[in-house]
Nanobody, 123 residues
Framework: ELQLVESGGGSVPPGGSLRLSCEYS????????MGWFRQAPGKEREGVVT???????NYADSVQGRFTISQDRALNTLYLQMNTLKPEDTAMYYC?????????????????WGQGTQVTVSS
């Protein structure tokens, strides 16, 4: 089974940047759709960006142009570069995966989850 461990969260002022990492093990990522999700206090978990097995990406409108997903298969790591951060980006960020060629729209279909890393954007 796939294990996921996120890191890189922290506290930054508005306009700042962070890069999250998700190190995976237990299986080859070439068989898994992977993505980043977030959950703010009192809100439902939402998708931030997903990456299909063929590298096709799908960004949420709220982060389009500010966030970038990437993957280094040699290091078994998925990244999320977050620029021009806003207070509304404050949330716990999770890495998730499922053994599908195309990433599903439904969050409950993602089988493997990391423990999350907190991102706080505040002045």
């Amino acid at each position: 089974e796939l294990q996921l461990v996120e890191s890189g969260g922290g506290s930054v002022p508005p306009g700042g940047s962070l890069r999250l990492s998700c190190e995976y093990s237990g299986a080859t990522s070439t068989s898994y759709c992977m993505g980043w999700f977030r959950q703010a206090p009192g809100k439902e978990r939402e998708g931030v960006v997903t990456m299909d097995v063929d590298g096709t990406t799908n960004y949420a409108d709220s982060v389009q142009g500010r966030f970038t997903i990437s993957q280094d298969r040699a290091l078994n790591t998925l990244y999320l570069q977050m620029n021009t951060l806003k207070p509304e980006d404050t949330a716990m960020y999770y890495c998730a995966a499922v053994r599908f060629w195309r990433c599903p729209a439904r969050i409950d279909q993602y089988r493997f989850w990391g423990q999350g890393t907190q991102v706080t954007v505040s002045s």
